[in-house]
């Protein structure tokens, strides 16, 4: 078996500082005690109480998954209690795209969405929510996806129909 490069999972720290729904979320930390303070009454506390679940919720979805970069495959490992293992054949990435908002930047997170003739991924892109240092992760899963397709021998070729003229 392939030694691991790179482990890592969507980061809920990221999530909270790079996205507006984070920050909603923390704000409604300040929301609650600010409430209670004024009020004198112990409801608005409420608000903390949800933005913990929302924190909660969040953190076991990205706990649930888990990415592994070989040198030959992306594996997927899925589940807390219902585990399964999903491979990506590196030579078989045709793309790697990265998205990231003026927010996600200040965090230092992006989205990675491969594109994939994988039974994976079933043709659809395969997003990769909240990845820290996703720069450097698809920079080197470029360089790990053109070593694989050289080791295998295999190149890409995009089939392009053109229209039959009139």
């Known amino acids: 078996m392939s030694q691991t ?3 890592f999972r969507s980061s809920t720290i990221g999530w909270l500082k790079g ?4 920050w909603g979320t923390v704000l409604l930390v300040p929301l609650g005690v600010v409430g ?5 009454e112990y409801w608005p506390l409420v608000f903390c109480a949800a933005a913990l679940v929302i924190v909660a919720i969040k953190w076991i979805g990205n706990l ?10 992306l594996i997927l490992h899925r589940g807390i209690v219902n585990k399964s293992i999903d491979e990506i054949e590196l030579y078989r990435i045709k793309d790697i795209r990265l998205d990231f908002s003026l927010i996600n930047q200040w965090a230092g997170i992006g989205t990675m969405t491969i594109m994939s003739s994988d039974e ?12 820290d240092h996703a720069r450097e992760r698809r920079e080197k899963l ?9 080791a295998r021998g295999v190149r890409e070729f995009d089939m392009v129909q053109e229209a039959m003229m009139p």
């Open 5 to 7: 490069l790179d482990r």
């Open 19 to 22: 996205t507006l729904a984070g």
């Open 36 to 40: 209670a303070v004024v009020t004198g």
């Open 64 to 73: 649930a998954v888990t990415y592994e970069v070989t040198s030959d495959r």
């Open 120 to 131: 994976t991924t079933g043709g659809k892109p395969f997003p990769i929510a909240h990845v």
């Open 142 to 150: 470029r360089d790990l996806v053109n070593a694989a397709r050289r």
